[in-house]
C-alpha cells in the first residue's frame, strides 16, 4: 500500500504578521518557519501509525515549494516516512499547487493521500478537494478518525453541527484534522535517518495559475478595551445592548 | 453569463449560511449586470421559491435522494453540469463544511480560478479581485482570479443577510447522479445546541475556570443568551469539554456578532480562531492577560463571581425588553 503525504511549510503559529514591498510581500525577517501543523500532527502521524500496523505501506512526502521548504521536509521525514518529493516551485495558486501534487500521485498510483486540513497561512482547505477531482476519486474532507481494513477506510469526518462515518474503498484522499491521531515529537533516531532518506527535486509541469496575490492587508487596529468595574457588571450589559448592540 | 449560488441543505432545511451567499451572490449579481440564480441538491421541505427575497430569480432544483448526504464527488460533478447548462461563469459557496468539501472540486472541474474563504465583495473594477482571509485571520490577502470561471466561496458571518421581496421561479433540472462510493453509515448531530459556526453569539471558557464541574456557570449565561459553547485547546484537550468546542488556530474558526471569553489567556493561537468576531468580551482576573489587547469590552475578575452576576443582569436586560 502507499500513501502520499502532502507536507506545506507555514509560518510558526505566534510569527509576527506584517508585510513588506508596499503590502505585496510576506515579511519573513524573524519568521520560523514549521511543518503546517494539520500535516504534522495529524495527517503524517495517521500515516505512520498505519505503517507502523503494516509493514507492506511505504510513505511519500510531497512537498510543492522552494530549497528553503528542505529543513521542514528532513523533520517530517525525521517523522516518519520512506522518501520526499519536493516540486521546485512556489505559488499561492491552489490550482497550480494541487495539480503539481495530482501529476506526482498519478504518476506514483498511490491508493490514499492525505493532507491537512488547511494550511495556517493562506487557509484555502482547498488543495485536498482539487487533487480528488484531478485525479477522480472520492474526497472525505476534515476527517477526525481514519481507520483501514483492507482497502476499505471508515472515515468520521465533521459536519456542520456534528460528525458522520462513511466507508468509501480506496483510493482516496482524506483532509485530516485533530482527533486523526496525536502529534509525535521526532526521536534523535529518527533525525538521524532522515539525513540519509531519499528526498528528490523535481520540476514542476507545465500547470497555469488561475489566480494571484495582489496584494495583503493587516486589520484595522481594535480602538482599544474598555474596561467595566467587577462590581458593576449591570453597565457590561447596558454597553453590550445599547453601544455594541450584540444582545 | 450569470452568477450561480449553491444553497447548502441538511435534513431539508436551509442553513443560514445559504442566506448570506445568497445576498452576496445577488449584490456581485447585480454589480456586473447579470442575473443570479441558486441551486439546491437532494430533497427540501423548506419553501425554496421564498428565497427570492434574497435576490435570486431562479433556482434550479436536482431533487435526487443521491443528494440527501454530501459526497463531494458526486455532487462537483452535478453543480458543473448545473453551470455549464446554466451559462454561469461565477459560482458562490459557503466556506463551510460542505463548501469545503465541495467548491474545490467545483472548481477544478471546470477548470476556475479559486478564491475560498473570501470576506467581500469583489472588486471587479479593474479585473476581478476578491479579498480572503489568511494567516488564521490576522491578515488579509486581495487575490486576482484570472481564469474565465470563477468560484468563490464566502466565510460563514463575513457577510450581512439582507431580505428583500421576491419570490424565485423553481426549475426542476434533470441531471444524472452518481452513486455515491462514499457510503454514510452514520450521523451524529450534537443535539440541541447550537452549531458553533452558525452561533451569534458564543461563549468560551477556558483553563482559568479549573475544572469541567465548574462549567454550570458557563452553561447558564450561554443558555440565558440562546449562545453556543466553545472552549480553548487545553480545555478540549483535557476533555472537559467536547473536542468540537475547541476554536483557535487548530480548532474551529468562528466569526459570531460577539464572543464572550472567559478565563482564556488570549493567546494567540487562540485568536487567530476568533479574531473575526465583531465583539470580544473579556473576563479574566490577571490584568496583564493578552487577550484584554484583543478585547472591545472587559471585565478584570474573577470569572466565578463575575459570570454568575452577567447572567443575572442579562435575565433583568430580558425581562425589561
Ligand atoms: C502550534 C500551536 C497551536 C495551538 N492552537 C491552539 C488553538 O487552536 N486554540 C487554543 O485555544 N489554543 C491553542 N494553542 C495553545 C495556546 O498557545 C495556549 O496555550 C492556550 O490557548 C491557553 O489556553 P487557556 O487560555 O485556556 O489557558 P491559560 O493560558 O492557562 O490561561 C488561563 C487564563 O485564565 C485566567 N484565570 C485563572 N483563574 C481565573 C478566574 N478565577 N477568573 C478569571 N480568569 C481566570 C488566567 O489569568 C489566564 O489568563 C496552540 C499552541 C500551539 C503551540
Ligand atoms: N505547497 C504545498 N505542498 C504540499 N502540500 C500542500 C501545499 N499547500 C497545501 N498543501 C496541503 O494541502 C492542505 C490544505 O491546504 P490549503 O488548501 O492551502 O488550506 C495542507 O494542509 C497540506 O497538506
Known sequence: MKILVCVSKTPDTTSKIAFTDGGTKFDEAGVQWIINPYDEWYSLVRAIELKEKDASVSITLVNVGGADAEPIIRKALALGGDEAIRINTDSSDPYYIAAQIAAVAKAGSYDLIFTGKETIDYNGSSIGGIIAELIDVPYISLA????????????????????????????????????????????????????????????????????????????????GVKLVAPDNVAELVRLLHEEAKAI | MSVLIFIDQADGHVKKSSLEVLTYGAKLASQLGVAAEGIVLGTVSDDIAALGKYGVSKIHHVSNNLLDHVDAQVYAKVIAEAANASGASIIIFSHNQTGKAVAARVAARLKAGLVAGACALPDTTNGFVVKKTVFSGKAFANVSINAPIKVISLNPNSYTTIAGEGTATINALHIAVDTPKVKVTAVNKVTGEIPLTEADIVVSGGRGLKGPENWGILLDLAKELGAATACSRPVGDAHWRPHHEHVGQTGVQIAPNLYIAIGISGAIQHLAGVNRSKVIVVINKDPEAPFFKAADYGIVGDAFEVVPQLTAEIKKLKAAN
Open chain 1, 144 to 223: 477526525t478518525k481514519f481507520e483501514l481494513i483492507g482497502t476499505t477506510a471508515t472515515v468520521t469526518r465533521e459536519i456542520e453541527g456534528g460528525e458522520e462515518v462513511a466507508e468509501v474503498a480506496l483510493p482516496l484522499v482524506v483532509s485530516c484534522q485533530k482527533g486523526v491521531a496525536e502529534q509525535r515529537i521526532p526521536n534523535m533516531r529518527g533525525i538521524m535517518a532522515a539525513r540519509t532518506k531519499p528526498l528528490k527535486v523535481n520540476e514542476p509541469e507545465a500547470i497555469e495559475a488561475l489566480t494571484n496575490i495582489v496584494s495583503f492587508e493587516l486589520p484595522p487596529a481594535k480602538a
